[in-house]
Each structure stands twice: as C-alpha cells, then as structure tokens.
C-alpha cells in the first residue's frame, strides 16, 4: 500500500476485506488537533477502532477534550517512523502542506493513508441517514441545535461537530435515525483537494448561508458556489436553505426536481421579542404560522434555530412537539462562551473570524447585555482573516463596540495576491467614528490592552468579547485564565 492516497472506494474494499476485527485495527490521526480531526477520531473510537493520535502542539479546547476521550496523543517530533509503519491507517490534517516534509514522511512510510472526511464517509457514513449542515457561517451551532432538539424529540441521533460540548462528547455514533455533521466546504486535505461535504454521503441538506471566505483555498465566491453545485444534484431527500444570499438561490437551481426545497430567511423568522432571558419568533410551517419560543438570543441564531424547526417538520412532527423541544438550549464552547469575570468584568470567548459573523456575535452580545458597554477583543488568525481581504468590513463590524483590541497577527497572509491585514490602520478608522481602540502585539502587550479598557471602564458594567478562531497569542494558556472568576464579586 503507500502508493499515493485511498478514496472512498478503496477505504470501504481495505477494511470490508481486512481478516482483522474492528477492535484491533489500528488508525494513527496525524494532526490530530483540529477541531474536525479531534471529533473524527472519538467517533472512529466508538467505532471500534483503535485510534491514536499525534500533532506539533496542542492548544485549548481540543486538546483538553481529546485528554477526556482516553484517546493516547503524541508530540509527532517523538513519533518515530518505526511506529507509524505499525497503523493500518493514517488520517491525515488538512493542515498538511503538499510538499512539506510531513507530506513526504507519510508518503514514505508505506501505510494506506487518507483524509478524514474519506475516512468517515467510508467508514461510518456510507449506511448512516446523513444530514448535513453546511454553509459559511453558523454550520456548527446549527448542527448542535439539531442534536439537542432530536434528542429533546425522542430520538439518540448520531453527531459530528467541530467543536467542544459542554458535558459531552463532539461526536457520538447515535442510534442510526439521523446523523448530523457539519459539513465544511474547505478542502479535505492536500491529496484530496474537495470540499469535505462531498464524502459524507448526504441525504439531507441544510444550508445556512454562502459568502466568500476560504481566500487561501478559493479563489472567488464562483470557486466556492461550484463546490456546491456538483454538491446539490447528489442529495436526494430534503433541502433547507437560507434565501438571503444570492449564491445559494444560483446553486439551488442544480438540485433535483424530486427533492424537497424549502426556504427560510426572506420573510421567516418573524421576531416578536427579544431580551437577554430569550427570544420569540414566528415561522410559516406549511400554510400557518406558528409562533415558538426560546432561551436562545441573537437574530443569527434565531435564522439557525428555524432551519431545525423546518427540518423537523418536514420529518413529520408537529409543531407543539418542536415548540417543547426549543425551550432550553445550550451553545458550543467558543461560542458565545461566558468565561468568567476578570476584574468584575465579564469574559465572552467566540470563534467569529469573518466579518459577517464578527458583526453578528457583535449584535447578539448588544442584544444580551443592552446596558454594558461592550469591548471587542479581535485576533484575525485565519488564513483569510490575516490577510487584507476583508480589511475594511472587519473595520465596519467593530463600529457596533464601545471599544476595542486589535490583535496583530504574528505570520503574514498565505493568501495570494493580498497583503497581510493592516490593523493599524483599522485602529485609525475606527478611532475616528468614536471607537477608541488599541493594538497588541504580544500577550503582555495585550493584557496590558484589557487592564487599560477596564480602568477605563472602572464605573461602568462591561462585557468583554474575544473573538478569535485561534489561541490569541497563548490568552487561553496564560495566567488570565486563573485571574478569571466564577461569578462577579459584591461590591
């Protein structure tokens, strides 16, 4: 074996014709954590396999949750070859570059290797009722709400999420009723050069939303919409899709006459209020509208939450069933996570790194804690967010803070033909409109920043919002963590 990558088929014939028990099959998860890998492998543990796993470094919270899942991990410096060449699989990160030396250490071991979202559709999917949720933003809250509202309906769906749950694990093999994953249009890996969602054997779509994002992979918004096109044609029951995005309704038109499209967004929801203890909205199942409430708060949320309300109608329950199931939902960790109170302050983490979702997770914090005032800690990491790209609407989103910290990357842009992101210069502009605005350029630095913004903040109630979808040069790993409390102290 070794003699380039497996695809699907070659997955299914190598371990549908191994003589070994799934007990004692052996898959190595190289880069193990990434949020989508750290959930692949619990999943394939479930399975039956044994599964272990190695990466350069390992950061919060995947790392604490792969340590709960009793799965062994390695720093890949001390992994010899020896022992790699002992796994009947290597899964391997897209975080591997093509060309780079762990791409040929792989290469050269002479073990059958492949990406994850092959490795899951093959061996996990291809038998599961696959829904997938898939789009630029809310992919895994959305995912998260459904497996809270099925389960709430009676059902144990199976689940892949890339992210950390609260009090659970981030993928479960479920009953076989329903699986929800989230589906990611980034690619698959360096060999494997496809969307992810094209594996995982889909028979239900829901797809939130589409803009361009992805600038190191997609070279437009056309390049991602085509991704979706060869997509649509194979998902042969149900369709849920937002109306508000111009893309969506262009590769709408390559789906099949016999599936069931149904569309949210235009119209539906309706909110009829909204307050930091919870939402109520309405939303036209068949020819009524019905009205539903929720402890969920946020316009982008209550968008997220109707596509599993019309999911769930269209599998056949009623609306009183789905109106008890939507009462008392909880979020993924980095999202919209209460991390504590530093200083009497209070700590908000989110993973928002695109400026839709930055101006978003900015609204439904305003909407949450109307009388505080807000500062926005912002750490573009993402290949895209880094790079100059989305400069000035990142600079437009922090409009809606009362403050805010611009964390200047440490690498430049990987993104071609752009330059990296001039912070500075959001820093100015926002400065001008009012904002007033700081930048940092290491940890000290930026603990220095937030001790700044709460003396200036001294009298006032305040929340700070970190939105990163990386370790914000070691914040999380830093002392802070420890200086963060439970509750705010009486004063």
Known sequence: MGRGALAF???VNLFSSSSKSSQSKRVFFYRICGTGMGSAATLLKEQGFCVEGGDIEYYPPVSYYLKESGIKCFALSEVKDEY??????IIVGNVVARNSEHAKRIENLGVPYTSFPAALG?????DQNVVGIAG???KTTTTYFMVQVFEKLGMRPGYLIGGVIPDRN????GDGSYFFIESDEY???YFHKQSKFHFYCIDHLVLTSLEFDHADIFSSVEAIEKEFIRLMPTIPETIIASSEYSSIKKVMGFAREDVNKIYYGERYPKIVSSGPSGTKFCVRLGDQEQEFATNIVGPQNILNLTSVILFAYSQGYTSEQIASALLDLRMVKRRQEIRGYYHNKLVIDDFAHHPTAVELTIENIKISYPLCKLVVVFAPMSATARSSLFENEFAQSLLKADAAILV???KASTVQNTQSIDCKKIATFIEQKGIHSLQAHSLQELRENIDSMVAKFTREETVFLILSNGNILGLWESDFV???KKQKSET
């Open 170 to 173: 981030s993928a479960e093999l």
């Open 482 to 484: 420890n200086e963060l």
């Open 136 to 138: 630029t933003h809310g």
């Open 408 to 410: 200047v990357p440490n």
């Open 187 to 189: 690619d698959s890996g």
């Open 84 to 89: 790699l060449a002992t796994f009947d699989l």
């Open 9 to 11: 088929d070659d997955l």
């Open 122 to 126: 093959a061996l996990v999917l291809k």
